[in-house]
């Protein structure tokens, strides 16, 4: 009865229980971090780490799409990192943020959001005609995806791809998005990814809302605002360079 | 008070997702263009607007600041409702051109840092 009570008030009050669990996540993470790797590690990036790999628990457990939060009681976890509550605190990251650099994202941010839809597409359909593809609509398709997981299920739905290629470039999507989060951290040192300007790039370049929130939380908060606010673009911009631009210049060659 | 923080916070955000998503219709794409980039601007016009007498209130401050500390910890439940399941199950074609597009995205940055900046260097 004790626990059917506390299943219920977890779940009726989900969104506390997610801040509650949350924290736990946190608070283990941080320990792992200060203890396990005498904080060579950041917590942070243990914490998405470990959310990563719950995720895919949830994911081959449950069957659903939203990972952890597909458990009922956990389905609060969903909402405190949806889309709504990301911008949010994406936004309020802002406040203090040093508003002549993110000024300056102007010119070269626009520069880098276009280089990396075009960049993370052609890959994206190079691999594509390596694993057998010859068709230009699967090959856009493809390589859409390989941008984000939003702009491969716009791209193929505009150009009319089948479903199954369509899954396929949303999992090439999914991909970048959770190497994006885990592997910033571990490169940042190494590409220059240390100040407002290089931010600025990297959130053009890597374009994924999700892998650039998660992957700059790991590495360095203070420069969120100044990756979001690039990578605010590129969904959009992919949107429409993939269907439209670059759809003809891969008929024009295969 | 607190929630003139808030409140502020939330109207730059929808602001900024109107106009995004008013964006996207006009390019005839299916996405918010560049939402939360004009979210965030608008804060820091309106939150640097008018000089000392308009600036925010310590108190009003502290509640962007809560969402802003917020941050990590809605980026590690972010991390744990991702379709991670999904991503691994799609096979290697689509976790190699996941894995190759961020790899030379990273590659990239040092390249287009290069070249973009300014011959003042202040960072």
Same mark, same amino acid.
């Given at each position: 009865?004790?626990?059917?009570?506390?299943?219920?008030?977890?779940?009726?009050?989900?969104?506390?229980?997610?801040?509650?669990?949350v924290g736990g996540l946190v608070w283990v993470s941080y320990w792992v971090s200060g203890n396990l790797t005498r904080g060579k590690v950041h917590g942070s990036a243990i914490a998405i780490a470990l959310g990563l790999v719950l995720a895919w628990y949830g994911g081959v457990a449950t069957g659903g799409s939203r990972g952890l939060s597909d458990f009922p009681l956990l389905a609060?976890?969903?909402?405190?990192?949806?889309?709504?509550?990301?911008?949010?605190?994406?936004?309020?990251?802002?406040?203090?943020?040093?508003?002549?650099?993110?000024?300056?994202?102007?010119?070269?941010?626009?520069?880098?959001?276009?280089?990396?839809?075009?960049?993370?597409?052609?890959?994206?359909?190079?691999?594509?005609?390596?694993?057998?593809?010859?068709?230009?609509?699967?090959?856009?398709?493809?390589?859409?995806?390989?941008?984000?997981?939003?702009?491969?299920?716009?791209?193929?739905?505009?150009?009319?791809?089948?479903?199954?290629?369509?899954?396929?470039?949303?999992?090439?999507?999914?991909?970048?998005?959770?190497?994006?989060?885990?592997?910033?951290?571990?490169?940042?040192?190494?590409?220059?990814?240390?100040?407002?300007?290089?931010?600025?790039?990297?959130?053009?370049?890597?374009?994924?809302?999700?892998?650039?929130?998660?992957?700059?939380?790991?590495?360095?908060?203070?420069?969120?605002?100044?990756?979001?606010?690039?990578?605010?673009?590129?969904?959009?911009?992919?949107?429409?360079?993939?269907?439209?631009?670059?759809?003809?210049?891969?008929?024009?060659?295969? | 008070? !607190?929630?003139?923080? $808030?409140?502020?916070?939330?109207?730059? @955000? #929808?602001?900024?997702? *109107?106009?995004?998503? +008013?964006? =996207?219709?006009?390019?005839? !794409?299916?996405?918010? $263009?560049?939402?939360?980039?004009?979210? @965030? #601007?608008?804060?820091? *016009?309106?939150?640097? +607007?008018? =000089?000392?007498?308009?600036?925010?209130?310590?108190?009003?401050?502290?509640?962007?600041?809560?969402?802003?500390?917020?941050?990590?910890?809605?980026?590690?439940?972010?991390?744990?409702?991702?379709?991670?399941?999904?991503?691994?199950?799609?096979?290697?074609?689509?976790?190699?051109?996941?894995?190759?597009?961020?790899?030379?995205?990273?590659?990239?940055?040092?390249?287009?840092?290069?070249?973009?900046?300014?011959?003042?260097?202040?960072?």
């Amino acid at each position: 009865m004790i626990l059917e009570t506390l299943q219920r008030v977890l779940e009726t009050n989900g969104l506390i229980t997610a801040f509650m669990f949350v924290g736990g996540l946190v608070w283990v993470s941080y320990w792992v971090s200060g203890n396990l790797t005498r904080g060579k590690v950041h917590g942070s990036a243990i914490a998405i780490a470990l959310g990563l790999v719950l995720a895919w628990y949830g994911g081959v457990a449950t069957g659903g799409s939203r990972g952890l939060s597909d458990f009922p009681l956990l389905a609060g976890v969903g909402l405190m990192g949806g889309a709504m509550f990301r911008d949010f605190a994406i936004v309020a990251t802002a406040f203090g943020a040093d508003i002549r650099a993110l000024k300056s994202a102007g010119v070269i941010g626009a520069f880098s959001i276009v280089i990396g839809v075009a960049l993370s597409f052609v890959i994206g359909v190079i691999v594509a005609l390596a694993f057998g593809y010859t068709d230009a609509i699967e090959l856009t398709t493809i390589g859409a995806g390989a941008a984000t997981y939003i702009v491969g299920p716009v791209t193929g739905t505009a150009l009319g791809a089948g479903s199954d290629v369509i899954a396929l470039s949303v999992a090439a999507g999914l991909t970048k998005s959770v190497l994006v989060m885990i592997g910033t951290p571990f490169v940042a040192g190494r590409i220059g990814l240390n100040n407002p300007h290089s931010a600025l790039i990297y959130g053009g370049l890597m374009g994924t809302t999700s892998g650039v929130a998660g992957g700059l939380a790991a590495t360095d908060p203070k420069l969120v605002p100044y990756g979001a606010m690039t990578a605010t673009f590129y969904t959009g911009m992919g949107c429409l360079l993939a269907p439209s631009l670059l759809y003809l210049m891969v008929r024009a060659i295969v | 008070m !607190v929630i003139y923080g $808030v409140a502020l916070l939330s109207f730059c @955000m #929808l602001v900024g997702v *109107l106009v995004g998503d +008013l964006l =996207g219709q006009m390019m005839q !794409v299916e996405a918010n $263009v560049g939402g939360v980039g004009i979210a @965030m #601007l608008l804060l820091l *016009l309106l939150s640097n +607007l008018g =000089g000392k007498e308009a600036a925010l209130s310590p108190i009003t401050e502290k509640g962007l600041g809560f969402w802003s500390a917020m941050y990590i910890p809605i980026v590690v439940a972010m991390a744990a409702r991702q379709n991670v399941a999904e991503a691994l199950s799609g096979g290697w074609m689509a976790i190699v051109a996941g894995v190759a597009a961020v790899a030379a995205s990273f590659a990239m940055i040092p390249v287009l840092a290069h070249f973009g900046r300014e011959p003042r260097d202040d960072s």
